[in-house]
T-cell receptor, first 113, second 109 residues
Framework: DAGVIQSPRHEVTEMGQEVTLRCKPI?????LFWYRQTMMRGLELLIY????????DSGMPEDRFSAKMPNASFSTLKIQPSEPRDSAVYFC???????????FGSGTRLTVV | GENVEQHPSTLSVQEGDSAVIKCTYS??????FPWYKQELGKGPQLIID?????GEKKDQRIAVTLNKTAKHFSLHITETQPEDSAVYFC????????FGAGTTVTVRA
């Protein structure tokens, strides 16, 4: 298995633009998680899905953020409009169970200028 | 999420020495306690984990201990090597993982 695949690896965008981050989880993993990592706040859980259904989105910062999982092999995290404070590394992770080891992707480094 | 305190924030050790990182947590029904290693430019990678029905677990040079009564768990790395230099995160799960702030470990050759 190729592991959790995220794209793009790097994204630089101007404030106000829409940004879409993509994730392909490990086949067979029923849980998918989106995390954001910053120096100030560390690793924060934004949202997680079970069997393609959003279960907990309490970590999503505000309405500018949205996430979807149209099928078991694909998820997106969208920011519209983007702001400089959204600059961070965004990680996708997947697992068989919530109380089990997560496999993380390599992350997307987002810079909003 | 569950609050997890991780100490120290930075740790510098001489190659061959041991490194210990400790995490404490508040009231929780958590029963799963993993540790992750993150190298520069990569995502966190699971290195060892422990469940609440076990007090200690070892895998070669790394070990984790858990004291549920005192609400703390620790990562022990013995015979440290330069490739152990990374950021280490503890985490705990009720139904989702909450991470500590991380410990930057530097192994001096």
């Amino acid at each position: 298995d190729a592991g959790v695949i995220q794209s793009p690896r790097h994204e630089v965008t101007e404030m106000g633009q829409e940004v879409t981050l993509r994730c392909k989880p490990i086949s067979g993993h029923d849980y998918l998680f989106w995390y954001r990592q910053t120096m100030m706040r560390g690793l924060e859980l934004l949202i997680y899905f079970n069997n393609n259904v959003p279960i907990d989105d309490s970590g999503m910062p505000e309405d500018r953020f949205s996430a979807k999982m149209p099928n078991a092999s694909f998820s997106t995290l969208k920011i519209q409009p983007s702001e400089p404070r959204d600059s961070a590394v965004y990680f996708c992770a997947s697992s068989f169970k919530p109380n089990d080891g997560y496999t993380f992707g390599s992350g997307t480094r987002l810079t909003v200028v | 999420g569950e609050n997890v305190e991780q100490h120290p924030s930075t740790l510098s050790v001489q190659e061959g020495d041991s490194a210990v990182i400790k995490c404490t947590y508040s009231d929780s029904a958590s029963n799963y306690f993993p540790w992750y290693k993150q190298e520069l430019g990569k995502g966190p990678q699971l290195i060892i984990d422990i469940r609440s029905n076990v007090g200690e677990k070892k895998d070669q040079r790394i070990a984790v201990t858990l004291n549920k009564t005192a609400k703390h768990f620790s990562l022990h790395i013995t015979e440290t090597q330069p490739e152990d230099s990374a950021v280490y995160f503890c985490a705990l799960a009720d139904y989702k993982l909450s991470f500590g702030a991380g410990t930057t470990v530097t192994v001096r050759a």
